[in-house]
């Protein structure tokens, strides 16, 4: 049994990834599973979690899981207790987009992108810390993005949601310090993934020229932050945000 399972009391390691069915998700929830952890990685239909379910075998399960529905929330919470136990790791990676000028924006942009991204954290970290502070273990890594600190014209409600994110990563870490339980953000920038695919050949292209590295990133590039964050040699790092941007903001 690893360090980390000697501190928690159990042999199997539960990681719960949220939004795996694909992209970045589906990428840490392969990579925490090559790495022995027991993996619940969720999307949001059936169908999805079931062809996650398939993709990771003996290592893992999916399951349903809409984060803006608290009774969808404690479904899952319900599921775990009664299956592979509750997690010792939880990646809150599950996040939306719906762009527009603030003019324009409406309530219901605003509303879905925040409660997703935001209030979806909110419900689905609460649950997972009684018993993560009973065993004085937990790893807690939240998806960012680097227009956290960069901003982007056109998405103040997701930017707004990122931003929020980083402030909530700093201030649970404070709170669960004491109990060894470890609170991170990765903020990625330009990654290949459905999300980005939206972008237009010149708004892709822009976005390349501010690139130092001079290419997008790759889902598995984030996957690998993500699997460190999480590891016994991360433990004394917590409250931070590690960008995955390829140099495209420094600060
Ligand atoms: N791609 C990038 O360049 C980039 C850059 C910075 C940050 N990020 C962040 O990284 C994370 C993953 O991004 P991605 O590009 O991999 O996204 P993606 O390809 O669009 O995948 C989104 C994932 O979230 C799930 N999801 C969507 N709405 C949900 C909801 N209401 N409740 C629960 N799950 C939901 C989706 O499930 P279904 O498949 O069932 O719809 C899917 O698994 C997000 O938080 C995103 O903001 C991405």
């Given at each position: 049994m690893s360090e980390l399972g000697r501190q928690i009391g159990i042999e199997r390691r539960v990681a719960l990834v949220t939004g795996a069915s694909r992209?970045?998700?589906?990428?840490?929830?392969?990579?925490?599973?090559?790495?022995?952890?027991?993996?619940?990685?969720?999307?949001t239909t059936s169908e999805g979690a079931a062809?996650?379910?398939?993709?990771?075998?003996?290592?893992?399960?999916?399951?349903?899981?809409r984060v803006e529905a608290q009774a969808s929330v404690d479904a899952l919470y319900a599921a775990l207790e009664a299956g592979p136990g509750l997690p010792a790791v939880l990646v809150n990676n599950a996040g939306v987009t719906r762009d527009n000028l603030l003019l324009r924006m409406k309530e219901d942009e605003w509303q879905a992108v925040v409660e997703t991204n935001l209030g979806g954290l909110y419900r689905v970290v609460k649950p997972?810390?009684?018993?993560?502070?009973?065993?004085?273990?937990?790893?807690?890594?939240?998806?960012?993005?680097?227009?956290?600190?960069?901003?982007?014209?056109?998405?103040?409600?997701?930017?707004?949601?990122?931003?929020?994110?980083?402030?909530?990563?700093?201030?649970?870490?404070?709170?669960?310090?004491?109990?060894?339980?470890?609170?991170?953000?990765?903020?990625p920038g330009f990654i290949e993934t459905d999300m980005t695919a939206a972008l237009?050949?010149?708004?892709?292209?822009?976005?390349?020229?501010?690139?130092?590295l001079g290419?997008?990133?790759s889902a598995e590039e984030v996957a690998h932050a993500v699997a460190f964050l999480v590891s016994d040699a991360a433990g004394y790092i917590t409250g931070a945000t590690i960008p995955v941007n390829g140099g495209l903001y420094m600060a």
């Open positions: 992209g970045i998700g589906l990428a840490i929830a392969t990579r925490l599973a090559a790495e022995g952890f027991h993996v619940v990685g969720t999307a062809v996650l379910g398939a993709a990771l075998g003996a290592s893992g399960q999916g399951a349903v899981l997972a810390l009684r018993a993560m502070m009973k065993a004085r273990f937990g790893r807690i890594v939240n998806l960012s993005s680097v227009v956290a600190r960069m901003g982007n014209a056109g998405q103040t409600n997701y930017v707004a949601s990122k931003a929020g994110i980083e402030g909530f990563t700093r201030s649970l870490a404070q709170e669960l310090a004491s109990r060894a339980i470890t609170v991170n953000a990765v903020a237009t050949e010149s708004q892709a292209a822009q976005m390349m020229e501010r690139i130092p290419r997008m990133g």
